[in-house]
């Protein structure tokens, strides 16, 4: 088994052992809604998935729960009607709006984890401790201890390489900035994200590649990548596909992220 390959297998079996958490009694929770399927993963991961009551229309994976609006759009009755302790909503909701739908004695949380490892990080430590989750220092420091790990091995051999990171190579595409989660993702791991824009920027890929020059296109989304490619020789840049299902969710699951670029990048 190669080096990368061992590494691969590592990351995947340490994220398996972490997102296995232990089923949690109905008198130990805060009842908690959660208004981003993001913000549900996370709360699962930090052992609080039994205390979630509500979901947001976009979580397609707690179909057995009643459904709460949607970040921009929160539906006021549904969540009243669920008389939630803790309502979990991004900070791209309008705190206006959530203040006015926010339950009396219900405590409404906005978090991020869109700018980077270390507000994913900070996102993983609120979430705990509003909603009491037991044994989590120890669960976020395993987290932010393997990803830097990945990162390290990552920037050992891929320093400076200079990369765009791609939505996709379809329909209307934008790019990743340093100061987005994706962009920081490859950031930490030693590449030069070449995107200038702050965090995401609508642009025709052509463009986006003829003026920053990257030795490599990273397409999230492996079917978009082909899209990419057709492009390349002309252009003479390298195009990676890479499973978008890893980067798009800020919390534990970017560990998978990491794993898969262990393997592309670190053969």
Not at 77 to 98: F, G, R
Not at 131 to 143: C, G, L, P, T
């Given at each position: 088994?190669?080096?990368?390959?061992?590494?691969?297998?590592?990351?995947?079996?340490?994220?398996?052992?972490?997102?296995?958490?232990?089923?949690?009694r109905?008198?130990?929770c805060?009842?908690?809604?959660?208004?981003?399927?993001?913000?549900?993963?996370?709360?699962?991961?930090?052992?609080?998935?039994?205390?979630?009551?509500?979901?947001?229309?976009?979580?397609?994976?707690e179909?057995?729960?009643?459904?709460?609006?949607?970040?921009?759009?929160?539906?006021?009755?549904?969540?009243?009607?669920?008389?939630?302790?803790?309502?979990?909503?991004?900070?791209?909701?309008?705190?206006?709006?959530?203040?006015?739908v926010?339950?009396?004695?219900?405590?409404?949380?906005?978090?991020?984890?869109?700018?980077?490892?270390?507000?994913?990080?900070?996102?993983?430590?609120?979430?705990?401790?509003?909603?009491?989750?037991?044994?989590?220092?120890?669960?976020?420091?395993?987290?932010?201890?393997?990803?830097?790990?990945a990162?390290?091995?990552?920037?050992?051999?891929?320093?400076?390489?200079?990369?765009?990171v791609?939505?996709?190579?379809?329909?209307?595409?934008?790019?990743?900035?340093?100061?987005?989660?994706v962009?920081?993702?490859?950031?930490?791991?030693?590449?030069?994200?070449?995107?200038?824009?702050?965090?995401?920027?609508?642009?025709?890929?052509?463009?986006?590649?003829?003026?920053?020059?990257?030795?490599?296109?990273?397409?999230?989304?492996?079917?978009?990548?082909?899209?990419?490619?057709?492009?390349?020789?002309?252009?003479?840049?390298?195009?990676?596909?890479?499973?978008?299902?890893?980067?798009?969710?800020?919390?534990?699951?970017?560990?998978?992220?990491?794993?898969?670029?262990?393997?592309?990048?670190?053969?």
């Open positions: 088994m190669t080096r990368s390959r061992f590494a691969f297998a590592f990351v995947l079996i340490f994220l398996g052992v972490l997102c296995r958490a232990p089923a949690v109905a008198d130990d805060p009842r908690i809604i959660s208004q981003s399927p993001y913000l549900t993963r996370a709360l699962e991961w930090l052992g609080r998935g039994g205390c979630i009551v509500g979901v947001s229309r976009y979580d397609r994976e179909l057995r729960l009643p459904r709460t609006g949607g970040v921009l759009d929160p539906d006021a009755a549904a969540i009243d009607a669920l008389a939630p302790d803790l309502l979990v909503t991004s900070n791209w909701a309008d705190a206006d709006l959530m203040t006015k926010t339950p009396v004695g219900t405590r409404l949380l906005r978090v991020d984890g869109f700018t980077s490892l270390a507000d994913v990080e900070n996102m993983l430590k609120t979430l705990a401790e509003a909603s009491r989750a037991k044994d989590s220092a120890a669960k976020i420091a395993a987290f932010s201890k393997t990803w830097r790990e990162a390290k091995k990552l920037a050992a051999t891929n320093r400076g390489r200079r990369v765009l791609l939505s996709s190579c379809m329909g209307s595409p934008y790019s990743f900035g340093r100061k987005h989660l962009g920081d993702v490859f950031t930490q791991a030693g590449f030069e994200v070449v995107e200038s824009a702050a965090k995401i920027h609508h642009a025709d890929i052509e463009t986006l590649i003829t003026a920053a020059k990257p030795e490599i296109v990273v397409a999230l989304g492996s079917p978009s990548a082909e899209s990419c490619r057709l492009i390349a020789p002309r252009l003479k840049v390298s195009v990676v596909g890479l499973n978008a299902a890893h980067f798009i969710h800020p919390g534990p699951g970017l560990l998978e992220a990491y794993a898969e670029m262990l393997e592309v990048f670190n053969q």
